[in-house]
């Protein structure tokens, strides 16, 4: 059984942006005592009728109160994007932070804002539901309603997130790589890590900032790791998709084996040699969309719900921890450089730690949404097909 020490936990009512009010209540802090230092802490968020998401921050007291400072070292409901709830959880890692320092004079205080922010992407949605899941068709049920990006991260979308980040400070070089810090998980300390390979993208320094390769800006980013995915999501607030999400998504509930039905064939893909008119590398996303390019006829390969590329292409992180290597994170799709079995909706890639990277590697990225919003936005979409 675990054993826990406990900390003083505060509990505030914060200012929003707009003048409203983020309740954040019934906080409780316990430092673990199985000598990982981890500190766990829950806590209620209150709905807000302005904001669905709020940045969640921890500020920390070793003063009993009378001086507070802001921790990085955060993980789990913390951060951007997060939702009101109850028992909300999020784990400090003190040890690493503070080098396990504690005392009876700690003390924790949680701070809600909800900002509002402009996200620049396309999304279609996805509603609450049973779905297909795996190559033995088994039934899964999310029950919540999300949008995700209708086509994948481009190198013109990450470039320009990159610039914003470094001019902050919250993204760094080391050589031909971009570096950023990461709060840590189970696996995963806190620290520095990878977030793009410059040398298997199409991004590069010229010496004063972040430039795409000439004709390449809307195909989808690559030679980035999950770090890089993350990073990217957090700035807008956003998320990575969990695994059954991406899949829901790529075949909702069709039990095909790709998103648009049960065969493949080099209109739908970008696969290994598929002999598409940028064969072999990337093609510009929402290429396959029934159009005749440059003597090359496309088939319209969108998913279900209207996302594009969910097969071939590049493979894109999840959010979700591989089963088989519970230390590595899973990715979907199947990408140009691989074959047509990658490309099923139902195969599942478990074989990169997050700091992997390849020619191949991206992602889109997916927010969770209210039951109204979800029925307005299907209604819409339908009334305009």
């Known amino acids: 059984m675990q ?17 409203q009010t983020a309740s954040v209540t019934n906080v409780t802090a316990s430092q673990r005592t199985d000598g990982t230092k981890l500190v766990d802490i829950y806590y209620d968020l209150a709905e807000d009728t302005l904001f669905t998401y709020f ?64 996200v620049p992407f396309e999304f279609v949605t996805v509603p609450a539901g049973d779905f297909t899941y795996g190559y033995n068709d088994e039934t899964r049920n999310i029950s919540h309603d999300f949008e995700i990006m209708k086509y994948e991260v481009t ?8 610039i914003e980040a470094y001019n902050a400070g919250d993204v760094w070089l080391n050589g031909d790589e971009v570096r ?62 969990t695994d059954e999400e ?59 719900f209207g996302a594009y590329d969910m097969a071939g292409n590049v493979v894109e992180w999840t959010a979700s921890w591989a089963q088989n290597n519970p230390d590595r994170r899973i990715f979907r799709g199947g990408a140009w450089e691989w074959g047509t079995g990658e490309c099923s909706s139902s195969w599942i890639g478990d074989w990169w730690h997050p700091d992997g990277y390849g020619r191949a590697s991206g992602f889109r990225c997916v927010r969770t949404i209210s039951a109204t919003r979800a029925r307005h936005l299907l209604n819409r979409r339908n009334s305009s097909r």
Not at 13 to 19: T, Y
Not at 155 to 162: G, R
């Open 55 to 118: 940045t969640v921050e921890l500020e920390v007291s070793f003063d009993n109160g009378t001086n507070y400072q802001p921790s990085e070292y955060i993980s789990g409901d913390a951060g951007n994007g997060v939702l009101a709830g109850i028992d909300n959880h999020l784990v400090w890692n003190l040890g690493a932070e503070f080098g396990g320092t504690y005392s009876d004079q700690t003390k924790v205080k949680i701070i809600a804002t909800g900002r509002f922010i402009d």
């Open 246 to 304: 991406w899949e829901k998504a790529a075949r909702g509930s069709t039990g095909w084996n790709y998103p648009w039905g049960e065969n493949i064939d080099s209109s739908y893909a970008n696969y290994h040699n598929s002999g598409d008119p940028y064969d072999n590398g990337t093609t510009p996303v929402g290429f396959y969309n029934g159009s005749l390019v440059n003597g090359f006829q496309t088939s319209d390969n969108q998913s279900p």
């Open 155 to 162: 190198n013109a979308e990450f470039t320009a997130f990159l």
């Open 3 to 19: 054993k826990f020490i406990k900390i003083s936990a505060a509990l505030m009512i914060i200012s929003l942006l707009s003048g």
């Open 180 to 241: 950023g810090f990461y709060s840590g998980d189970d696996y995963y300390g806190p620290g520095d890590y990878r977030l793009l390979a410059m040398w298997d993208s199409r991004i590069s320094w010229n010496g004063t900032t972040f430039i795409v390769e000439e004709s390449y800006g809307i195909h989808p980013v690559v030679g980035l790791t999950w770090f890089g995915a993350l990073k990217f999501c957090d700035a807008y607030l956003l998320r990575l998709p």
